[in-house]
């Protein structure tokens, strides 16, 4: 008979499957240890290069500087005796090199920085580590880590099987219960029970480390979370391509830019691959230039094109990322729309220039004084008006430009101080040229406020023609005013709507009797001055239709009662806006008299003639008979000699 087959030991089972429970357990630390490890020497390393080129580049920037080739070779040397080191290379400016060390062996990390003194690149250094020493540490590493993880293997084999193989059935069959709970997500399963104390301890280990996974779970959701809502709301495109332009992965700020609906249909349309979405495909493979010799992400300014076929501008920001090889892999980058402050900024532009004319083609001299007094912008024409250059003018005091009397500047100054008051103020001053011409001027000011800085800008005017059209207009008003007041014939300035009284002169009291202000505000009527009826209106009549009136025969009625003949004329003026008459009324009450006396005279003269023709129509008869007479006298003389 066959012998019966022995049934298998739980315990040998158990101590197996503790074992290479164990064991697993051991070789996954061990990993995890050697991995740390390696990783720890790789940072210490890449710690050591930039350390490293780090000195070289402080230590060299003097050599450099001074062209000192030995001192830098002396530092390069002392440098590249440490084992670690693998490739030392100087070079200045130029690119010619100083020094170059290559220990032959494979390289672990290479790092290059340039040498900049005062903001001018004077050398170039490039620093490789070798990888033989990091493969030695970690060998060492590896062989002691291996030796303890297979010594503690062996001793935990032997334990279990021979002393603890009875007793951690229960409790390990508990805790793999935990440690499934957790692989499956569960972390809210109640202790397990444990019968001895000795597992007290590696159930709280398990138990924190449940806790450890379940707060790095929610930490690692929440980051995803936040990352996602940082995405999708984002008002700025996100996106990430391969090198080869085919988008992976897109916002909906991205989508909407180029007028798609949402990032789905946008990377599902033919312009999924975004070398479509370039105006210009050459700004593309511009950018990925610029970007593999960059190892900072980089910006550019370019035009893209819509679903619509519309072109915007935008500013791209990427950085490249690359696979383990440091061959490039994807392009991770963000997108911002601004063709609104690109507009804006146009926009501010051609304001810029429609100011910059404004201010250049104003005829009076502008100009913006800072808190200090002291000019900061002005325009040509202020230029030319002073006779100042521009690198004269600049920076000038405000009271540079008023000497003369003191009551020019104390103007000025009390202009200022109405300004600082009112916020504005206007003031005339004789400003003084660079030939030391005072032209006279009119300025207007307003202070304003730019960045919390006080300013005074404002206008200047060259009132130099007006002030002598002033003087001129001032010395024609003093004739006229002497020749209104010292005429000799009565002057009446009256209201034509109403015949009120303006003004009258001398003359006038002295013929009409009414003193300047009794008449003055009062009508003509008033002072019933018309000495015969409806003589008012036929002369307001006669204005109205001519607008002038001259030589017409009026009689004045002076205060007293009696009234004096005068000769009247008159004219429609504006004065002050206001439709006025103004009358002159002369006198003639002499020359009515004269006029007399010349007419009495005539007749005088008439008759005298008469007289005179009478006398000689009997003179004439008279004489042939008188000499007749004589004549028959003589003849009939006795002594007179007869006719024979």
Not at 34 to 44: A, H, S
Not at 64 to 85: C, E, G, H, R, Y
Not at 413 to 418: I, N, P, Q, S
Request: net charge negative; charged share 25%; glycine share 8%.
């Amino acid at each position: 008979m066959p012998s019966p087959v022995a049934p298998p030991s739980l315990s040998n089972r158990l101590s197996l499957s503790l074992g290479i429970l164990s064991t697993g357990i051991v070789l996954v630390v061990t990993a995890v240890v050697f991995l740390f490890l390696t990783w720890r020497v790789g940072v210490q390393m890449e710690e050591q290069a930039e350390s490293t080129i780090d000195f070289l580049s402080k230590s060299l920037e003097t050599p450099f500087w001074a062209l000192d080739k030995d001192s830098a070779v002396a530092v390069a040397q002392a440098t590249a005796m440490n084992p670690a080191v693998g490739l030392l290379e100087l070079r200045d400016g130029r690119g010619e090199s100083w020094f170059a060390y290559d220990g032959g062996g494979k390289l672990f990390i290479l790092r290059e920085v340039d040498v900049i003194y005062e903001g001018q690149v004077i050398g170039h250094v490039r620093l490789g580590l070798d990888e033989s020493g990091r493969v030695r540490t970690l060998t060492s590493i590896g062989l002691a880590v291996g030796g303890i993880a297979l010594l503690i293997i062996v001793v935990q084999y032997f334990l279990a099987a021979r002393l603890l193989r009875r007793y951690f059935r229960g409790p390990f069959d508990a805790l793999d219960a935990l440690v499934g709970a957790y692989v499956k997500g569960a972390f809210d399963v109640p202790p397990p029970d444990v019968e001895y104390a000795e597992f007290i301890p590696l159930r709280r280990t398990f138990l924190g480390m449940g806790r450890t996974i379940e707060r790095q779970m929610n930490q690692l959701r929440e980051s995803e979370e936040r990352y996602r809502a940082i995405f999708d709301n984002s008002p700025v495109g996100i996106f990430r391509t391969t090198f080869e332009g085919a988008l992976l992965e897109g916002n909906p700020a991205l989508a909407r830019m180029f007028g798609y609906v949402d990032q789905y249909e946008f990377m599902g349309s033919d312009n999924a691959n975004v070398q479509a979405v370039y105006a210009d495909p050459a700004a593309r493979l511009h950018f990925l230039q610029t970007v593999l010799q960059s190892d900072r992400p980089v910006s550019i300014e370019t035009e893209f094109v819509r679903k619509d076929g519309t072109a915007f501008d935008a500013v791209l920001t990427a950085s490249v990322q690359r696979d383990g090889g440091g061959s490039p892999l994807l392009l991770n980058g963000v997108v911002e729309d601004v063709s609104a402050r690109k507009e804006a900024e146009r926009s501010l532009a051609r304001e810029r220039q429609l100011m910059a004319a404004i201010f250049e083609s104003v005829p009076g001299l502008l100009f913006l004084y800072d808190s200090h007094g002291r000019l900061v912008r002005w325009n040509r024409a202020h230029e030319v008006m002073t006779g100042y250059s521009s690198e004269e003018i600049s920076g000038r005091s405000l009271f540079d430009w008023f000497a003369g009397p003191g009551e020019n500047v104390s103007r000025v100054v009390d202009a200022l101080r109405r300004g600082k008051k009112d916020g504005a103020a206007t003031v005339e001053a004789e400003m003084t040229a660079k030939d030391g011409r005072r032209i006279p001027m009119l300025f207007s000011g307003v202070g304003v406020t730019v960045d919390g800085e006080a300013f005074l800008t404002g206008i200047g005017i060259d009132i130099t023609e007006r002030k002598e059209v002033e003087e001129r207009l001032r010395q024609s008003e003093e004739k006229f005013s002497r020749l209104f007041r010292l005429s000799p014939d009565a002057i009446v300035l009256m209201e034509l709507e109403h015949g009120r009284i303006v003004d009258v002169n001398e003359a006038f009291s002295r013929v009409a009797g009414h003193a300047w202000e009794d008449a003055v505000g009062r009508t003509a009527s008033d002072l019933l001055l018309y000495g015969r009826p409806g003589e008012r209106e036929a002369l307001r009549q006669a204005v109205l239709e001519r607008d002038i009136v001259e030589n017409v025969d009026f009689s004045l009625r002076r205060k007293d009662g009696s009234v004096v003949p005068c000769v009247f004329s008159a004219q429609r003026v504006l004065l002050e806006g206001r439709e006025c008459v103004l009358c002159v009324l002369r006198d003639v009450t002499e020359l009515k008299r004269m006029q007399d006396m010349m007419i009495q005279s005539e007749k005088m003269i008439s008759v005298g003639g008469i007289a005179a023709g009478v006398a000689h129509e009997i003179n004439n008869p008279l004489g042939i008979i008188m000499v007749t007479s004589q004549n028959l006298s003589q003849r009939t003389r006795p002594d007179f000699p007869k006719n024979i």
